[in-house]
């Protein structure tokens, strides 16, 4: 889909704030609210507007402690119709502890953002869920001691 300036605006605007009013957004970006709002469908079908969330700070829900864990896959499975790699993209959806998963190029074939409560709940994960996993030969991990930048907004 090709995007124009206006589209790029209501973009923006609704980065910055996806509970304003069509009103709002309208005025934000110099446009009336029916075109605003055709404009806003538009992106909506298109894809390019995947959806609205609120952000939740982990920390004040009791999600204290955030892990980067890269993981080597085995490559090869005599038994599985699947592969490996289609087996742990399948299993890694449902881990609620594993809040991105990302495939990489290099040596490791995936990086996990891991959001849990402490030490004891990320060891849990690791040693009961993640490595027991059949196609996981190995994993690596970092820990966030703080987070510099963090941010939903793709510059558009």
Not at 10 to 23: N, P
Not at 25 to 53: D, H, M, N, P, Q
Not at 81 to 97: G, H, I, N, T
Not at 112 to 137: E, G, I, N, Q, W
Request: glycine residues 4%; proline residues 3%.
């Amino acid at each position: 889909m090709k995007l124009d300036a206006l589209d790029r605006r209501i973009l923006d605007a609704l980065q910055s704030d996806g509970r304003m009013t069509y009103d709002e957004l309208a005025a934000r970006v110099g446009l009336s609210a029916s075109a605003t709002l055709r404009r806003v469908k538009r992106l909506e079908e298109a894809g390019v507007i995947t959806g609205y969330a609120a952000l939740v700070d982990a920390a004040r829900v009791g999600l204290g402690l955030t892990a980067y864990i890269n993981v080597h896959m085995e490559k090869q499975s005599e038994t599985a119709k699947r592969s490996p790699m289609d087996d742990f993209a399948a299993a890694v959806q449902s881990w609620p502890e594993v809040a991105e998963c990302v495939s990489l190029t290099g040596e490791m074939d995936y990086l996990l953002r891991v959001v849990v409560r402490d030490m004891a709940h990320y060891s849990r994960f690791v040693m009961d869920t993640l490595l027991r996993h059949p196609s996981v030969k190995d994993v690596r991990t970092s820990f966030v001691l703080d987070r510099v930048k963090a941010t939903t907004v793709v510059p558009v």
